[in-house]
C-alpha cells in the first residue's frame, strides 16, 4: 500500500439527505411508505437522526472530521407542505443550518431532490405527470430566491435513474410500481425538470445579484455494468444494454436536452450545456447474465454487508468515460460503504481515493469527494439497519460516536491524501 496526496485544492466531505437525517417529516411519500409497512427492520423516517434539532451538533462533528465541503438536501415537503404554499419557518431553518455549516468554513452544496416529495404531489401523479415540471420550476424558485444568498452550487435531483428503477421498475420504493413504460415516463419528466432548474437557478442567482459562481449539476448513480460470463456474446450484449437503459440514455439526456430513445425523442427544451460539473455516486459493479436479464455481483470478489462488490476500479472506469463525453470537472457527490463492523470501510475509503489521486495525475479533473455518509441513517427501505456512517448513531439515545474509520477519514481530509503514518495506524493487518 502506498502513500498519495491529492491536488491541494482538492476539497472532501460528506453527503447526506434530508429524509435519512432530519427526522420530524410527515407530509412526504416517503413517510408514507414506511407507515404502510414497507421498511425491512420496521422503523420509519420520522425518528432517523433528529437533525433538525441537533445540527449544530452534527456540523461541530463534521468540522471535527475536518469537512471543507458537505452535500445536504432540503426536503420538498417541509417547505412546501401543500401544493403552492410556503413555509416561511421552514426555510429559515434550512439558512440556520446553511449559516451554521458557513460560520464553520464548510462549503455547502444543496439537493432539492432527493427521492423525497409532498404528499400532494403524490396526489397529482408525481412524476409520472408532467405538471411536475412547473411544480419543481416554481419549488426550486421559492428556494434559490431564499437560499441563493448563502449557496451557490446545487444538484438538482439525485440519482433519477435508481428513483426510476426502484420506484417505478422494481417497486421497492415509492411508488412502488412495476412498469418499464413509466420508467421511461418518469425518466424523461425528471430530465425536463432537471433542465428547467438549471436554468432557473442561474438566472435566480445573477437576477440577485447573489455573490460567488453558481455550479449546477445532477449526482449520478453510475456503476459498472459487466457480463458475467466474458465468453458469452449474450452477457455482453445485455450488460451494454442495461448500462445504456440505466444509466447513458438518461445521463446524455439530461446533458444536453436531446432525449435518447426510450427516453423520448427531439429536444422538447432546446438543447444546450445543461450542466456545470459531473456529479458521480459510485458505489459497485453489476454482473449481466443475458437470462432472465438479471444482475447479480461477482460472487468471488469481497462485497459489503448489503452484498455489493467492492471494486474501486470502476470508479476510474467510469470517471474517464464520463469525463470523456461531458468534458467538465468531476465532483464524487457519493462513495462509502455499509460496514457495520466497520471492518473494511477505512480500506474501501483509502481505494477509492486512491483512484481518485491517479486520476488527477492523469489529468481529470476530479475536484471533490464527498463520503456518503457523515452518520449511519435511514437507509430508505433497509431502515435503520444498514450503517454507511463515518459516526456510528444509537438511535433510541441519538448518541454518535466516531468509527475508527471516521478518524481516518478525517486524517485524509486533512492531508488531502493519506501518508505511511495513516498507511501504519489505520490499514496495516
Ligand atoms: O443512502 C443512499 C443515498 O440516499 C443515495 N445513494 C446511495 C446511498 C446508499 O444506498
Given at each position: 500500500m502506498?502513500?498519495?496526496?491529492l491536488?491541494?485544492d ?17 407530509q412526504?411519500n416517503w413517510?408514507?411508505w ?34 471543507q ?18 413555509d416561511?419557518e421552514?426555510i ?5 443550518i446553511?449559516?451554521?455549516?458557513i460560520?464553520n468554513?464548510?462549503r455547502?452544496?444543496v ?5 423525497s ?25 421559492f ?17 433519477p435513474?435508481?428513483?426510476g ?10 411508488p ?11 425518466y424523461k419528466?425528471?430530465?425536463l ?14 437576477q ?20 458475467l ?5 449474450f ?7 442495461m448500462?445504456y437503459?440505466f ?5 446524455m ?12 425523442k427531439?429536444?422538447p ?9 459531473i ?10 447474465q443475458c437470462?432472465g ?16 462488490e ?8 467510469l470517471?474517464?468515460?464520463y ?5 467538465a470537472p468531476?465532483w464524487?457527490?457519493?462513495?462509502g460503504t455499509?460496514?457495520k ?27 471533490r469527494?464527498?463520503?456518503?455518509t ?7 427501505a ?11 448513531v444509537?438511535?433510541?439515545t ?14 485524509a ?17
Open positions: 502506498k502513500a498519495f496526496k491536488p491541494s482538492f476539497l472532501m466531505g460528506s453527503a447526506t439527505s434530508a429524509t435519512q437525517i432530519e427526522g420530524g417529516m410527515s412526504s413517510y408514507k414506511c407507515v404502510d409497512g414497507h421498511i425491512k427492520d420496521g422503523s420509519t423516517c420520522i425518528r432517523a437522526n433528529d437533525h433538525w434539532n441537533r445540527y449544530a451538533q452534527d456540523i461541530g462533528w463534521m468540522k471535527k472530521l475536518n469537512h465541503v458537505y452535500r445536504m438536501s432540503v426536503d420538498w415537503s417541509r417547505i412546501e407542505p401543500r401544493k403552492g404554499e410556503f416561511q421552514a429559515f431553518h434550512y439558512r440556520d446553511i449559516q451554521e455549516l460560520n468554513g464548510i455547502p452544496l439537493t432539492l431532490h432527493h427521492f416529495h409532498p404528499l400532494w404531489l403524490v396526489e397529482e401523479g408525481e412524476f409520472e405527470n408532467e405538471k411536475v415540471v412547473d411544480y419543481f420550476e416554481r419549488f426550486v424558485t428556494v434559490v430566491e431564499n437560499l441563493g444568498d448563502l449557496v451557490s452550487e446545487y444538484i438538482t435531483i439525485n440519482e435513474s435508481v428513483f428503477v426502484l420506484g417505478y421498475l422494481f417497486g421497492e420504493c415509492p412502488g410500481k412495476k412498469s418499464i413504460k413509466l420508467v421511461m415516463q418518469v419528466n425528471m430530465t425538470c432537471h433542465i428547467k432548474a438549471y436554468q432557473t437557478i442561474h438566472r435566480v442567482r445573477k440577485s445579484l447573489f455573490n460567488g459562481e453558481t455550479k449546477v449539476g445532477v449526482a449520478h448513480a453510475l456503476r459498472v455494468f459487466d457480463p460470463s466474458l465468453k458469452n456474446p452477457d455482453k450484449l445485455a450488460a451494454k444494454i448500462d437503459l444509466q447513458e440514455a438518461l445521463v439526456s439530461m446533458s444536453d436536452g436531446k432525449l435518447r430513445f426510450p427516453i423520448g427531439g429536444a427544451l432546446g438543447t444546450g450545456k445543461f450542466y456545470d460539473f456529479g458521480i455516486n459510485y458505489y459497485t459493479r453489476s454482473a449481466v437470462i436479464f438479471r444482475i447479480t455481483a461477482f460472487k468471488q470478489n469481497p462485497q459489503n454487508d448489503l452484498g455489493w467492492i471494486y474501486p476500479e470502476g470508479l476510474s472506469q470517471c474517464k468515460r469525463y470523456k463525453k461531458l468534458n468531476i464524487i457527490t457519493e462513495n455499509c460496514d463492523k466497520d471492518a473494511f470501510r477505512s480500506r474501501f475509503i483509502y481505494d477509492h481515493l486512491h483512484e481518485v489521486s491517479k486520476l488527477c495525475k492523469e489529468g481529470i479533473p476530479v475536484q469527494y464527498y463520503h456518503w457523515l452518520m449511519d441513517n435511514f437507509e430508505w433497509e431502515g435503520e439497519s444498514a450503517p454507511f456512517g463515518l459516526i456510528k444509537d438511535f433510541e441519538q448518541q454518535r460516536i466516531l468509527r475508527r474509520s471516521g478518524s481516518f477519514y478525517a486524517e481530509c486533512r492531508e488531502k491524501g493519506v501518508t505511511r503514518e495513516m498507511i501504519h495506524k489505520y490499514l496495516s493487518p
